[in-house]
């Protein structure tokens, strides 16, 4: 099955709950996950391990950013980056450069935070708080102020 968008990977695979659970939607695209403390780094993806695509991740790091780094790495398999680089902190900043992490984090924040979720509850419901939307989110305060940034909505 081919994936473009964070939404057509919500549309296959999510059960309409949130917080959106990463880990559950990488095993429903057929994609190994694993957590491992040993890490170092917060998270890689390979495109054939044993037989399967394989996302590993750092499992000693917040809750919020272990999410965050699964929807990255599956990211790096919807957009087909065979063996991508060894994800450390800095590939998850907003100042990030390199086009691959770039689009990578664009998906995870498309695939945690969806658009029209987002805007609903914001617009809808009118919940404006910062700490309440990251949380029904699961998401990091920064990650969802830079969301609610880039739909125009803050």
Do not use: C
Not at 3 to 9: G, M, N, P, S
Not at 90 to 107: D, L
Not at 116 to 132: A, G, M, N, P, Y
């Amino acid at each position: 099955r081919m994936y473009k968008t964070a939404r057509d990977v919500l549309q296959a695979h999510w059960d309409g709950k949130l917080p959106i659970n990463p880990v559950e939607i990488a095993r429903r695209m057929g994609v190994v996950v694993e957590a491992d403390p040993f890490m170092v780094g917060s998270g890689y993806y390979r495109a054939n391990h044993q037989g399967s695509p394989h996302i590993s991740f750092n499992s000693l790091e917040p809750a919020v950013r272990q999410r965050f780094t699964v929807a990255h790495e599956i990211g790096h398999h919807v957009h087909g980056d065979d063996d991508a680089p060894r994800d450390t902190l800095e590939s998850f900043n907003a100042k990030s450069r390199e086009p691959r992490e770039v689009a990578a984090n664009k998906f995870a924040a498309a695939l945690l935070m969806p658009a029209e979720v987002v805007k609903f509850l914001v617009r809808e419901q009118r919940i404006t708080d910062l700490d309440i939307l990251a949380s029904r989110f699961g998401v990091s305060t920064a990650a969802m102020k830079f969301r609610l940034k880039n739909l125009g909505l803050i």
